[in-house]
């Protein structure tokens, strides 16, 4: 199993920048692709980004690209999503989630961690 907990969300301006973090405990952290969802309230959880075992590729949905940014740091057991531009629409709770990096990236999400709010004012 691997267990994850995310930080770095919080308040922030329309136009501005976070960055969060998502830290891996547990088994090897590069047999995971990882990937970020968020869940506004009163919507379904979307995905916002995945990145495989490696970091080579990367995956967006459109209406991110350009503006948010993963990447990872396998040393030390650490995915990061980069928000730059920050939109109103961005504001939701932020979750990292984890898939064996063999079934990438047609596999499901099998480990999730708690979530971390991001709130992007107008």
């Known amino acids: 199993q691997v267990q994850l907990v995310e930080s770095g969300g919080g308040l922030v301006q329309a136009g501005g920048s976070l960055r969060l973090s998502c830290a891996a405990s547990?088994?090897?952290?590069?047999?995971?692709?990882m990937g970020w969802f968020r869940q506004a309230p009163g919507k379904d959880r979307d995905f916002v980004a995945a990145i495989n075992w490696s970091g080579a590729s990367t995956y967006y949905a459109d209406s991110v690209k350009g503006r948010f940014t993963i990447s990872r740091d396998n040393a030390k057991n650490t995915v990061y999503l980069q928000m730059n531009r920050l939109k109103a629409e961005d504001t939701a709770v932020y979750y990292c989630?984890?898939?064996?990096?063999?079934?990438?990236?047609?596999?499901?999400?099998?480990?999730w961690g708690q979530g971390t709010q991001v709130t992007v004012s107008s």
């Open positions: 547990g088994r090897t952290f590069n047999a995971y692709a």
């Open positions: 989630a984890a898939q064996s990096a063999t079934q990438f990236p047609r596999g499901t999400y099998d480990y």
